[in-house]
């Protein structure tokens, strides 16, 4: 969260990048949430670590200053988890968390923007700090195994996120083992 503009796309579409910070981008064991202090609709609800990207900005370059800002880490990048939909304004996968006009959760202000995020694996690099919950959120967790889904309540939009999550972390372990 900086003063910097969010960068809005001529089709009216928001860019949110966030990362997927694991123990380990080759055998992802733990997957890091924050607990969000806001917005209301939003707050005591579970995300991943990330947010708009700015004005001038890379997504990659947005994700690493969220990153830093928000936990004070350095990360290594893996992957992107390429979602369903696509972006109005570049036709990446991505995946829509917010429809012009909905409301994200109870008491939440209709927004006539598209939301649209992008997500990408991550772990920490050689000698980052170990996550701190620095900014928007007032708490982080290391899931386990087997509580990915179900060990916090996500924001709405990230339930189905978790699920190819998990599915693409157990795909990743499969493929280390053959
Ligand atoms: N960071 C993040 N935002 C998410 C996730 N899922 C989801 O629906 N959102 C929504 C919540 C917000 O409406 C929006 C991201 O905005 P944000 O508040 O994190 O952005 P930001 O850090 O740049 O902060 P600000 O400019 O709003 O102050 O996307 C998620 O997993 N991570």
Redesign the pocket.
């Known amino acids: 969260?900086t003063d910097a503009a969010?960068v809005i796309g001529a089709a009216g579409e928001l860019l949110?990048v966030?990362g997927a910070l694991t123990d380990s981008l080759a055998t992802p064991r733990l997957l890091l949430a924050g607990r969000r202090t806001e917005p209301a609709w939003?707050r005591g609800l579970w995300?991943?670590?990330?947010?708009?990207v700015e004005s001038g900005e890379t997504a990659i370059a947005g994700l690493h200053r969220?990153l830093r800002e928000e936990l004070g880490v350095e990360v290594v990048l893996g992957d992107e988890l390429f979602g369903p939909d696509v972006s109005d304004v570049t036709g990446d996968r991505v995946w829509e968390?917010?429809a012009p006009g909905s409301v994200?959760g109870p008491g939440a202000e209709p927004s006539p923007l598209r939301?649209v995020?992008r997500l990408f694996w991550c772990e920490l690099a050689p000698g980052s700090p170990q996550p701190e919950p620095l900014e928007?959120h007032d708490q982080l967790t290391w899931l386990e195994p087997g509580s990915w889904r179900e060990g916090v309540r996500w924001?709405p939009?990230?339930e189905r996120i978790v699920a190819a999550l998990l599915d693409d972390a157990i795909a990743i372990h499969k493929r280390g083992t053959c």
């Open positions: 969260m969010p949110i966030a939003a995300e991943f670590a990330g947010g708009k969220e968390i917010r994200p939301f995020m928007d924001l939009a990230d």
